[in-house]
């Protein structure tokens, strides 16, 4: 059984940072692309960032660009989002899944249940 994990999130002031891990069982991530999306209360689920099989190419949402890092430890079998910079519009729950090279997740993939953050004075 295929599962993802995400941890990380919490509560932070704008301008903080925090790192979200992601842990897949069940099926290893080094063969294929990873993402990271978000969904924020009463809005549809987004796109993050992506990162290829090895780590060598990236891809982010232009809200996001250069303030967050996605990353990937295929031995480990984790996919991590850096964020730092962080906005009250950043606030939301991060979700990690398999996805396509083009970033966009297979319909039949699972979800996880997602890491809560929140950019609060």
């Known amino acids: 059984q295929v599962q993802l994990v995400e941890s990380g999130g919490g509560l932070v002031q704008p301008g903080g940072s925090l790192r979200l891990s992601c842990a897949a069982s069940?099926?290893?991530?080094?063969?294929?692309?990873m993402g990271w999306f978000r969904q924020a209360p009463g809005k549809e689920r987004e796109f993050v960032a992506g990162i290829s099989w090895n780590g060598g190419q990236t891809d982010y949402a232009a809200s996001v660009r250069g303030r967050f890092t996605i990353t990937r430890d295929n031995a480990k079998n984790m996919i991590y989002l850096q964020m730092k910079n962080l906005k009250h519009e950043d606030t939301a729950v991060y979700y990690c899944?398999?996805?396509?090279?083009?970033?966009?997740?297979?319909?039949?993939?699972?979800w996880g249940q997602g890491s809560q953050a929140t950019v609060t004075e």
């Open positions: 899944n398999f996805t396509y090279t083009s970033y966009t997740v297979r319909q039949y993939e699972q």
């Open positions: 069940g099926r290893t991530v080094n063969t294929t692309s």
